[in-house]
């Protein structure tokens, strides 16, 4: 009897251990309204992409959670007295994943893969760089122009393995306008904490876990299963169904109910992407407009009345349903620090009727306005709000909502700048200023220089733009700051845009799973842990 | 007889290159009012003259016409082009693609045709039945809700709230050659049913409510009343002599159908993320890839034309009186 009691008890051990035992592989799903397009960091730029080959492949820095940099293949760097030469000292011991060792070829390897033509990178490494080895561990890059900012983008200049890309053919990189099929679009060879198990683009891509990689990871996952998912009540049902662990983005109609359910909650905070309005403030007569013979956005007393028309916490609560951050500056207030020095002018329709009236537009006027509808959050409502709102203190804007498809191809340099009155979203590539100072402010006047590309009204004021030539080269921090600051109070003085808010980031997130939220909306997974 | 079949399949042929012809002219006209292909190629702050190489080397800057033709060139060559968005030749991605595709439609037309005929002879004889009300209501439903309706309500009843079923994909694979099934995983199975019903809704209240008409037409006939005057039994006369004869629009039905059931799968394979053809399609509009809208839209011209052919040469299999118009063209 007793020997029995003590083999079924053994027996029950057993089963137990058995089922305990090999210990079960942690796979968290995740699903995306967008595809991860080419597996060749230098394709798109684009933050999903980014974000997605992050776990793969690794840059010189890294960005933590707050999006501070801190050291990556890199371990750390030194400027010399005139900041023409970065010594770069490059982590030892660490493998690529078909076993190749990281050295100092990689490095400049990558450095001439990224500028190459077809790279959509190129601003990642200043033209003029020149990189030179030191040693097999270090790397002097030498500069034609002092660059403070130098490493602000090397988190996403993702390092190549060299031998990996000469074996397989892809010193080049894959043009986004690919006309030949590619192997590293498919295939990928990074040094980072996951590698590439499967890749079927548009279906479904596997992450296996790196048992060889150098860091200490601060995930417990095995393994990352990668879904597009394009239809948003899809998308929503896999993650009430725990089908999948993370989605991105919630659409703001199904926050509240995935807050309610009991299996998932909705991650939100406010996203670096400033949306704004512009006016063209360049041609003599408005393209779209019944005022003939002169422009009135020229007028910043014009300008002004647009902005005081619009009322942005109206926007706030009614259109964005609370998930809003009214902005009153063109960039995000986590990227610059002096942000919180300035502020909106207040709501005011009687003032912009007032405005309007001295411009000479006592009876206000007509004007076209463009609009994407599928890029934004809420992006055509938003216009609506703005349609209504411009329409109390007289002014008749006549709304053109389009799909992003043709709406860029409209406003943009490739459509002539073909818009009056448009809105926007912009987030600085370099998490900085000067950024938002040279593409989105700049005067467009030398056809030569890039400067302005992307300021499609022509906003112009020289005082800014020389303030931002001086910003580029100043190696002071506290300097830089400061120039910044008074470059951004010369938009603000001459009303040369509206910005509106930052919209929320809105991520849906099994209750299994902690999360780190980055504002610049790249869900990084090497920071999951899943029950 | 068999010159004059020949010469019906050889018109034919000739008539479906001017079909894929017209429908490719079409395709290139309207491509440029979808917007422009390097916006949604390139990031936002790309510099101009980065946008204009990316134009450049797709070829973007020639007139409609030297597009179109440059086209027809390749595509005659077997080379449909690189997808803009995948960096991959479009023969290959459709070719990755066209098993979830068919495989959906087989299972949403078995789906209706089985489902369709068995609702439509129960209400053909009992048509005054509370059931045979049920499907008339049922069948009604069908064919007024909107597709992606429907399969929003089933992912939201049978996968968010019962857990049963999987709301997006196709499952578990298996690879056979190069075509890619999901009839041989349980995964794959139960992710087949929702996507097939919803896409073969429509064809099932289609083919039911001609079932039902077709058994009300024969059961007046006269034959059907001899029938019934030689004493056979119910059974004998509804199913061996009734049904047989309804099955002829039945199949035209189905086998005309099947090239819009695999069209319409883009909504069905839309709402549940299936990866087929459909899907491939949707997202190529959306990001302007233009070489995957041509191929697909070529293809589904093709399969439609294929189809029509194959029932118009057993029409003149099935039904003798129509071989002689074809040997003598009106």
């Avoid at chain 1, 203190?393 to 191809?409: D, E, R």
């Avoid at chain 1, 009056?420 to 000067?434: E, N």
């Avoid at chain 2, 929702?194 to 007046?220: C, N, W």
Wanted: charged share 20%; glycine share 6%; proline share 5%.
């Amino acid at each position: 009897m007793k020997t029995r009691t003590a083999l079924l008890a053994a027996a029950g051990a057993a089963l137990l251990a058995s089922t305990a035992f090999p210990a079960m592989a942690v796979t968290l799903r995740y699903a995306n309204q967008g595809d991860l397009k080419s597996l060749d960091p230098y394709t798109v730029n684009e933050t999903t992409t980014n974000a997605h080959l992050g776990h793969v492949y690794e840059g010189l820095t890294k960005r933590g959670k707050d999006l501070k940099i801190e050291p990556g293949l890199a371990e750390k760097w030194e400027i010399s007295e005139d900041g023409l030469t970065w010594r770069v000292f490059l982590r030892k011991n660490v493998k690529f994943h078909n076993g190749n060792p990281f050295t100092a070829d990689d490095v400049i390897f990558s450095a001439t893969r990224v500028r190459a033509p077809g790279s959509n990178f190129q601003t990642r490494v200043p033209s003029g760089a020149e990189f030179v080895k030191v040693d097999d561990y270090t790397i002097d890059v030498k500069l034609k122009s002092p660059n403070p900012i130098l490493n602000y983008q090397w988190d996403t200049w993702y390092i190549l393995d060299k031998e990996w890309a000469e074996a397989n053919n892809a010193v080049a990189p894959t043009p986004a306008a690919a006309t030949t099929p590619s192997y590293s679009a498919l295939n990928a060879n990074g040094t980072g904490p996951f590698k590439i198990e499967s890749h079927q683009p548009g279906v479904k891509t596997v992450f296996k876990v790196n048992k060889d990689w150098w860091g200490k990871p601060e995930h417990n996952l095995d393994e990352i299963v990668f879904t597009p998912i394009g239809s948003d009540a899809t998308r929503v049902a896999a993650l009430l169904s725990g089908e999948v662990d993370v989605i991105e983005p919630v659409p703001l109609q199904d926050i509240q109910r995935v807050n309610s359910s009991a299996n998932a909650q909705v991650m939100s905070g406010p996203e670096l992407r400033t949306i704004f309005l512009g006016f063209d403030q360049t041609r003599d007569e408005l393209l779209f407009s019944n005022v003939k013979g002169k422009n009135p956005f020229k007028d910043p007393k014009v300008r002004e009345a647009f902005f005081k028309a619009i009322d942005i916490e109206t926007i706030k609560s009614r259109v964005m349903r609370g998930l809003a951050t009214p902005s009153a500056l063109m960039i995000a207030p986590e990227l610059f620090v002096f942000a919180k020095d300035f502020e909106r002018p207040k709501y005011d329709p009687e003032g912009a009727k007032k405005l309007l009236a001295d411009a000479g537009y006592a009876n206000g006027f007509e004007v076209g306005m463009d609009c994407p509808n599928d890029r934004y959050v809420n992006d055509e409502a938003i216009c609506q709000a703005v349609v209504s709102m411009l329409a109390r203190v007289g002014v008749k804007v006549n709304l053109m909502a389009q799909p992003k498809a043709q709406y860029f191809g409209k406003v943009l340099k490739s459509g002539n700048y073909n818009t009056s009155f448009y809105l926007l979203g912009w987030t600085p590539g370099t998490f900085d200023s000067h950024n938002v100072l040279f593409d989105i402010e700049g005067c467009r006047d030398n056809a030569q220089s890039s400067r302005g590309e992307s300021n499609l009204g022509n906003y112009c004021n020289k005082k800014h733009d020389e303030l931002t030539d001086k910003i580029l080269v100043e190696g002071d921090k506290a300097k830089r700051d400061q120039m910044i600051k008074e470059a951004f109070q010369e938009t603000v003085k001459d009303y040369g845009y509206i910005p509106l808010h930052q919209q929320a980031l809105a991520w849906g997130v099994s209750k299994k799973v902690k999360l780190n939220q980055r504002a610049d909306n790249s869900v990084l997974l090497y920071w999951a842990r899943k029950e | 007889m068999k010159t004059g079949m020949l010469a019906f399949i050889i018109r034919r042929a000739l008539q479906a290159i001017g079909v894929l012809l017209t429908v490719g002219i079409i395709a290139f006209a309207m491509f440029r009012f979808a917007g422009d292909p390097v916006n949604q190629i390139v990031s936002l702050d790309t510099p101009a003259a980065e946008r204009e190489q990316v134009r450049l080397s797709l070829g973007l800057d020639d007139p409609v016409p030297v597009q179109f033709a440059r086209y027809l060139f390749r595509a005659a060559q077997g080379d449909f082009g690189v997808s803009y968005q995948f960096r991959q030749p479009v023969s290959d991605l459709l070719a990755e693609r066209v098993p979830a595709t068919m495989e959906l439609a087989l299972c949403a037309t078995i789906f209706a045709t089985v489902f369709g005929v068995l609702m439509g002879v129960y209400s053909g004889l009992k048509r005054d039945s509370i059931l045979a009300k049920v499907f008339q209501t049922v069948s009604l439903v069908g064919i007024s809700l909107p597709t992606f309706l429907i399969g929003i309500l089933l992912i939201y009843l049978f996968s968010v709230t019962l857990g049963w079923l999987p709301s997006y994909g196709r499952g578990d694979t298996v690879r056979i050659g190069w075509w890619t099934t999901g009839f041989l995983t349980l995964s794959g199975w139960t992710a087949l049913i929702m996507p097939s019903i919803t896409l073969g809704l429509f064809q099932m209240t289609l083919i039911m409510r001609i079932v039902r008409a077709e058994m009300l037409e024969v059961l007046r006939t006269d034959y059907i009343k001899f029938a019934r005057a030689r004493g056979l039994t119910t059974r004998a006369i509804h199913f061996g002599h009734a049904l047989k004869n309804t099955l002829v629009p039945v199949i035209t039905i189905v086998g005309l159908q099947f090239g819009s059931v695999i069209a319409f799968a883009i909504i069905t394979e839309t709402v549940f993320q299936w990866p087929g053809m459909g899907l491939l399609f949707v997202q190529a509009v959306q990001n302007v890839d233009i070489p995957i809208m041509a191929a697909y839209l070529m293809l589904v011209a093709l399969i439609f034309v294929v189809i029509n052919l194959a029932v118009d040469i057993l029409y003149t299999v099935v039904d003798p009186r129509l071989r002689t118009t074809i040997r003598q063209p009106a």
